[in-house]
């Protein structure tokens, strides 16, 4: 943690995972779109909880900033759906509420932090 401090951001833990993907020989990321890429990554974290879940019976908790970023509505539903039906918990961050809609926001607590000041957000 002093080291984290001292830097300004988290050094070690499952953030910093680096996972390699080819196909055909080529980088994924030199073929996949932004929005597959992080598509991609988040059915391999779902899939890692389904693993932990399956294994130990203990569910993970998922962490998603800027859900919106990179998917068309399309795509944020489905993520939000497998999201829902993993039975963990989530914490998702967006820009905007309207980009949360397909996280079925009326079933959910939200929250707003606006320059270190977290309050309850309350849905229209």
Do not use: W
């Not at 401090?5 to 390699?20: E, H, I, L, N």
């Not at 779902?46 to 879940?53: D, F, T, Y």
């Amino acid at each position: 943690f002093e080291r984290d401090k001292a830097v300004g951001y988290t050094v070690s833990g499952p953030q910093k995972a680096d996972f390699r993907f080819k196909t055909n020989g080529l980088p994924v990321e030199d073929i996949l779109s932004r929005g597959q890429l992080k598509l991609l990554m988040c059915a391999l974290r779902l899939a890692q909880g389904e693993h932990l879940m399956a294994e130990k019976n203990r569910h993970c908790v998922f962490l998603i900033d800027d859900f919106a970023s990179e998917l068309d509505e399309t795509k944020r539903e489905l993520l939000a759906e497998r999201l829902q039906n993993s039975g963990s918990q989530v914490f998702v961050t967006a820009i905007t509420q309207e980009q949360l809609q397909q996280m079925q926001p009326e079933k959910y607590r939200s929250f707003k932090a606006d320059n270190g000041v977290i309050t309850p957000l309350l849905l229209d």
